[in-house]
C-alpha cells in the first residue's frame, strides 16, 4: 500500500514555458501532498503544502505564481512551474501522507527530473 | 525552516560490517523522526520512523532516539551491497511537514 505515482519522470523544456507534474496517490485517498525540489548532491527542500480543496500552503521564498499548485481531488496534485527558466532545472518529488499510522508519514513518488534549456 | 543536521562525511563499510548514522535536529517540540533510503537518482524511500525515547528495530535496521539530545541515529547491523546509497534524516514539525537533513553516503565494500 501508500504507493505514488508521478508523471512525467523526466522532462526537457525550452525557456518560457510552462510545464504541468502530476502526483497520483495510487491506493489511498491523500488530503494532503507535499512538493519538494532537490538540486544535485543536496538534500529535499520543502516548497509547499497541497491541500484537496483549498489553496496550496507555500514555503517562506518559494513563489506561488511561478510554481502553480493544484488538489483537485484525494489522488491528484499537480505542479505547474510557469515561464520556466534553466535555474528551475532540479528534481521534483511529492509526497502524500500516509492515511494508517501516525499522521505525518510521508511515502514519496518516484520524482521528475525537469530540464530547462 | 527548521535545521536538521548530518554532519558526516562519506561513510565506508565492509560487507557484513555495522554502519552507524547519526542526525541532530533543533527544534525541541518535534514529535516525530524518520530515516530515508535515496538510491542515486531515485526519490526516498521509507526506511524507519520513531516517536518514542530508545531503540526501535526493524530487521537489520535499529533506530535510536534521543530527545534530551535531540538526537536520533541509525544502525545497520550485516551491512550489505544494496545498502550503499544516501540516507535521510528528517524530522516533523508543524502541519506534518518534515524538515530533511543533508543526508549521509553509505558505501558498502564486498
Known amino acids: 500500500g501508500a504507493v505514488v505515482s508521478q508523471h512525467p519522470s523526466r522532462v526537457i523544456c525550452k525557456s518560457g514555458t510552462s510545464v504541468k507534474i502530476e502526483c497520483r496517490s495510487l491506493d489511498f485517498q491523500a488530503t494532503t501532498m507535499f512538493w519538494y525540489r532537490q538540486f544535485p548532491k543536496k538534500s529535499l527542500m520543502l516548497m509547499a503544502t497541497s491541500n484537496e480543496g483549498s489553496k496550496a500552503t507555500y514555503e517562506q521564498g518559494v513563489e506561488k505564481d511561478k510554481f502553480l499548485i493544484n488538489h483537485a481531488s484525494l489522488t491528484l496534485s499537480t505542479l505547474t512551474v510557469t515561464s520556466a527558466h534553466p535555474e528551475d532545472s532540479s528534481f521534483y518529488i511529492c509526497?502524500?501522507?500516509?492515511?494508517?499510522?501516525?499522521?505525518?508519514?510521508?511515502?514519496f513518488g518516484p520524482g521528475t527530473r525537469l530540464t530547462v534549456l | 525552516q527548521k535545521e536538521v543536521e548530518q554532519n558526516s562525511g562519506p561513510l565506508s563499510v565492509p560487507e557484513g560490517a555495522i554502519a552507524s548514522l547519526n542526525c541532530t535536529y533543533s527544534?525541541?517540540?518535534?514529535?516525530?523522526f524518520f530515516w530515508y533510503r535515496q538510491y542515486s537518482g531515485k526519490s526516498p524511500e521509507l526506511i524507519m520512523s520513531?516517536?518514542?525515547?530508545g531503540d526501535k528495530e526493524d530487521g537489520r535496521f535499529t533506530a535510536q532516539l534521543n530527545k534530551a539530545s535531540q538526537y536520533v541515529s541509525l544502525l545497520i547491523r550485516d551491512s550489505q551491497p544494496s545498502d550503499s546509497a544516501t540516507y535521510l534524516c528528517a524530522v516533523g514539525y508543524g502541519n506534518n511537514r518534515l524538515a530533511f537533513g543533508k543526508g549521509n553516503q553509505v558505501v558498502v565494500i564486498p
Open positions: 527544534d525541541r517540540g518535534s514529535q516525530s
Open positions: 509526497s502524500a501522507r500516509s492515511p494508517s499510522g501516525t499522521t505525518d508519514t510521508q511515502y
Open positions: 520513531i516517536y518514542s525515547n
